[in-house]
């Protein structure tokens, strides 16, 4: 069972274009995180979502919680080549009254941005 | 500063052969991590370490997988024996908190390709 649903899978797109990929669950989460892995290396985090509702931006990139902590989206507004790799983001859920957390991820979106 | 190193980088065994991954993480990380990412698929824990002990490991197939992390620095994960259903990518990832925060961040490797033949 994925506990981190991510959509859409796959995306391809021409350069310029705006797009928005989600992550969604049934499940609260601690922290949300951002991570672009290209093929051949390991993640790399982006961003960290703690707060209901926060929003946060990095360059041309958006990324919201959402304000029950379920769900979490990423916008990239005029997409490059650059931005091609695979989007994970990763749910931190933590056992009740322990400081010890869990990191489950998503299966993650294939983004390829064409020239 | 180095980033967290993993050897080797493929690996190609037959099933029921035994296979052997290092990796060593950033200097003065405390806790120590390894993935494993199926293709198509986001990475799955499969054992946690602080320091040189064992954190999480409710994931990892005891009855073949095993890891350890001597001296609090490099850890290595064995698998013995392989199965075709172990072909992924290995992660091994490195973080420099005690215990997992809300706003840790995690540093990964650049992995282990894994092919069960």
């Known amino acids: 069972t994925q506990l981190l649903e991510q959509s859409p899978q796959f995306l391809s797109i021409q350069e310029g274009e705006n797009l928005t990929v989600y992550c969604n669950s049934s499940?609260?989460?601690?922290?949300l995180q951002w991570y672009r892995q290209e093929p051949g290396e390991g993640p790399v985090l982006l961003v960290t979502?703690?707060?209901?509702?926060e929003v946060k931006k990095l360059k041309r990139l958006t990324f919201q919680f959402g304000d029950a902590r379920k769900d979490s989206s990423l916008h990239i507004t005029a997409a490059q080549p650059g931005d091609t790799g695979l989007y994970l983001c990763?749910?931190?859920?933590?056992?009740?009254?322990?400081?010890?957390?869990?990191?489950?991820f998503g299966r993650g979106t294939q983004l390829t941005v064409w020239p | 500063e180095a980033g967290v190193a993993q050897s080797p980088r493929y690996k190609i065994i037959e099933k029921r052969q035994s296979v052997a991954f290092w990796c060593n993480p950033i200097s003065g990380h405390a806790t120590l991590y390894w993935y494993q990412q199926i293709l198509g698929q986001g990475p799955k824990l499969l054992i946690q370490?602080?320091?040189?002990?064992?954190?999480?490991d409710s994931q990892l197939p005891k009855d073949r997988f095993s890891a350890e992390r001597l001296k609090g620095v490099d850890s290595t994960l064995k698998i013995q024996p392989a199965k075709l259903e172990d072909s992924a990518v290995y992660l091994c990832a490195s973080s420099p908190r005690f215990y997992r925060a809300t706003n840790e961040k995690l540093f990964f490797g650049s992995g282990t390709q894994l092919s069960v033949l």
């Open positions: 990763a749910g931190v859920s933590q056992d009740r009254g322990s400081t010890l957390g869990r990191l489950y």
């Open positions: 370490f602080q320091n040189n002990g064992v954190v999480d």
């Open positions: 979502v703690v707060t209901g509702g």
């Open positions: 499940s609260v989460f601690s922290s």
